[in-house]
Nanobody, 126 residues
Framework: VQLQAFGGGLVQPGGSLRLSCATS????????IAWFRQAPGKEREGVAC????????DYLDSVKGRFTIFWDRAKNTAYLQMNSLEAEDTAVYYC????????????????????WGQGTLVTVSS
């Protein structure tokens, strides 16, 4: 079981990108879904997550106010809208699914997630 992340690319500082996370293998509803990123030489870090609990989202402090996570139930796709991008946002972005389906508050801990697929590279540079 894998989630596929796509939509990355090269963008100038201050620009925007929208990443998508999709799968045809299971229904996202009922799972925590999260976006993570990994820059060269650094550990994977949680960026944003949501759960099935209404209004439950969480964000890495450095992206609060700039990134928004949401999902389209009809398309079974989660998204990460990234605005005001900075060079420090450069990384490979992955989406993950919490190991168990349930009514949990979402977390930004990589150990809580799996179903990693190939990530998508985001490069912020002028």
């Amino acid at each position: 079981v894998q989630l596929q992340a796509f939509g990355g690319g090269l963008v100038q500082p201050g620009g925007s990108l929208r990443l998508s996370c999709a799968t045809s293998e299971f229904n996202l509803h009922g799972y925590n879904i999260a976006w993570f990123r990994q820059a060269p030489g650094k550990e994977r870090e949680g960026v944003a997550c949501f759960s099935s609990r209404p209004g439950d989202t969480d964000y890495l402090d450095s992206v609060k106010g700039r990134f928004t996570i949401f999902w389209d139930r009809a398309k079974n796709t989660a998204y990460l809208q990234m605005n005001s991008l900075e060079a420090e946002d450069t990384a490979v972005y992955y989406c993950g699914r919490r190991h168990w389906r349930g009514f949990y508050y979402c977390t930004l801990e990589a150990k809580d997630y799996g179903a990693w697929g190939q990530g998508t590279l985001v490069t912020v540079s002028s």
